[in-house]
């Protein structure tokens, strides 16, 4: 219930579970159908194609207004390809044609994640790779999504602060949140919203392929995308060629544990740092051992939680902590963040080590939700009992505080869910299209890298494994050996071997201590007479990091 001012007040929440429509199980061989990968109750007649309307269609090519160096255009797709012949919603494609017409090979779709991440601005991303000049490079908004048929969700106000180690008390919020907004969505998302799916999404890949006059796609698909992939081939194993998954999901994780492994993976990279850390405590001052350093942050943890820095509390603290430590180039950053505020120093020195921090924050922040995920991740079921999440809340509030994961194991809109998914989520396996590359980065929160391995023995395909690395999506963002070995395949069809490396980014030129040197005693500034804010920016930029927030 809505109290006077808009928001629940405690006393209006339970933690009682709703009950959330669960999808009826499916006939044996219902899915996929021998029919363009749709479930039906019964088989189209012979010889009738129910979606030749749509695959016959001749889209109107323009400049893109976003880029006049892409071309645009909108296509009609069916709302629910069980029955084609009722609602139809569009799609908004773009593309870039191949640069050397004699060399051409085809189509490269191209997927950026989220679920709900706009694609239409993707062929950009790979106009100076090698595959530009083979492929015409095609993106698209997917159904849902921005210049597509837009699905439109209530915004309702955040009834908590994001906290990083919530107490009991706020767990009541966290309920009526997700039921909240699962509400909002169930009021303005319309008919639409059960049919905005990863199968649906993959069958509109298909009418695209068909409309493109191509029989077959190549495919790039990074994060959520990499799952989008491996449905696709699933469903239409006979329309996928070369196919390159980059920061995959884990096959198994869909979906609430793929985000509660979000949580444990910033533990994991917080870890690694530490030990670098304690190995540089001569210029650091951390502390000599991995615990003596996260002893460190501990301490000034519970200082922020009662007395905040320039309003820089705990729980920015503990994002600021799992990206800083995420992410390899900047670990002496945070060690000098975190360095000013335990010691203090001039008010320059520490405005500039909290907005350092506060950068790093708003990156942990900005991986919470995007787009229409809370529908899409509503294909599969969540526990409705809500105590499951408070068990998860107390684990993960001790053991998870870094980069916000706690906030991975909250009740979800699907707890809630209000609508009847009208299929299963699609067995991925691989029958019938050539072996694929997986690339993933051993230190990758946002896809945790035992997905990769996973979904590269799921679907028989080659592995990359970048190492040392936090980044998230590797082909065309900067590093060279993923770009050669990926080129090398979609252009050439050079596999490399089953499993191989890459080097990620290099962490940060601090020497490690010399023998004897006393500990807790820092001898020299970790970026001298540098702005720690602005090297934290420049690394932000530079990486295109908030790009690949999908």
Same mark, same amino acid.
């Given at each position: ?386 105590? =499951? +999440? /408070?068990? &998860? ?5 001790? %053991? ?9 194991? *909250? #009740? ?75 080129? =090398? +395949? /979609?252009? &050439? ?5 089953? %499993? ?9 030129? *601090? #020497? ?39």
């Amino acid at each position: 219930m809505s109290g006077p001012s808009g928001l629940l007040t405690v006393s209006d929440v339970d933690t009682d579970p709703a009950t959330p429509a669960t999808a009826p199980p499916l006939a044996d061989g219902a899915l996929p159908s021998d029919l363009d990968g749709v479930p039906r109750d019964t088989p189209p007649e012979a010889g009738h194609d129910p979606l030749a309307e749509f695959h016959r269609q001749q889209p109107t090519w323009a400049p893109c207004s976003f880029n006049e160096a892409l071309e645009c255009a909108s296509i009609m797709v069916p709302m629910d390809y069980r029955h084609p012949e009722a609602e139809r919603i569009t799609l908004a494609i773009s593309r870039r044609k191949a640069a050397d017409p004699a060399r051409r090979r085809g189509i490269l779709l191209l997927n950026p994640g989220g679920p709900g991440g706009s694609g239409l601005q993707m062929p950009k991303l790979l106009l100076d790779q090698p595959t530009a000049q083979v492929y015409d490079l095609v993106g698209f908004d997917p159904r849902g999504v921005g210049r597509s048929t837009a699905l439109a969700c209530e915004q309702t106000p955040l009834l908590y602060k994001p906290e990083s180690r919530p107490t009991d008390d706020v767990f009541p919020w966290w309920v009526a949140s997700a039921r909240e907004s699962e509400e909002a969505c169930a009021r303005a998302g319309g008919a639409l919203r059960p049919f905005v799916n990863t199968p649906n999404t993959a069958r509109d890949m298909d009418v695209i392929r068909a409309v493109l006059g191509e029989e077959k796609i190549n495919y790039v698909g990074y994060s959520y995308g990499t799952y989008l992939g491996a449905v696709y081939g699933s469903l239409f194993p006979e329309r996928l060629d070369r196919s390159v998954l980059d920061s995959s999901v884990h096959p198994d994780w869909i979906w609430r544990e793929q985000f509660k492994r979000q949580g444990t993976a910033y533990r994991d990279n917080v870890d690694v740092w530490a030990e670098w850390a304690a190995k540089r405590n001569a210029t650091l001052g951390l502390g000599d051992s991995r615990e003596a350093v996260l002893d460190t942050v501990e301490q000034l943890a519970r200082k922020l939680s009662v007395q905040p820095v320039n309003g820089y509390d705990r729980s920015s603290l503990d994002g600021a902590v799992g990206v800083g430590a995420r992410y390899r180039p900047l670990w002496a950053d945070l060690a000098k963040v975190l360095r000013t505020l335990r010691d203090g120093g001039s008010a320059e020195a520490t405005r500039d080590a909290v907005r350092a921090g506060q950068l790093m924050t708003d990156v942990a922040l900005a991986e919470l939700r995007a787009g229409v995920f809370d529908t899409v991740t509503c294909e599969a079921d969540w526990p409705q009992d809500t105590t =499951a +999440y /408070l068990e &998860d809340m107390r684990i993960f509030r001790e %053991r998870y505080p870094y980069g916000y994961g706690v906030m991975r194991a *909250v #009740p979800w809109p699907c707890t809630f869910r209000s609508f009847l998914p009208p299929e299963r989520p699609v067995p991925l396996r691989r029958a019938g299209y050539p072996v694929g590359l997986v690339v993933q980065a051993a230190g990758d929160t946002q896809t945790q890298y035992a997905g990769g391995p996973a979904m590269a023995a799921r679907l028989a395909h080659h592995l990359i494994t970048v190492l040392d690395e936090g980044e998230h999506g590797m082909y065309g963002f900067g590093n060279t050996c993923v770009d050669q070995r990926v080129n =090398a +395949y /979609l252009v &050439d069809g050079m596999l490399p071997p089953t %499993r191989s490396e890459c080097p990620g980014r290099s962490r940060p030129d *601090v #020497p490690e201590d010399p023998v004897g040197q006393p500990p807790n005693k820092p001898t020299t500034e970790v970026v001298p007479e540098t702005s720690v804010a602005q090297s934290v920016e420049h690394y932000l930029q530079d990486g295109r990091i908030l790009e690949r927030a999908f």
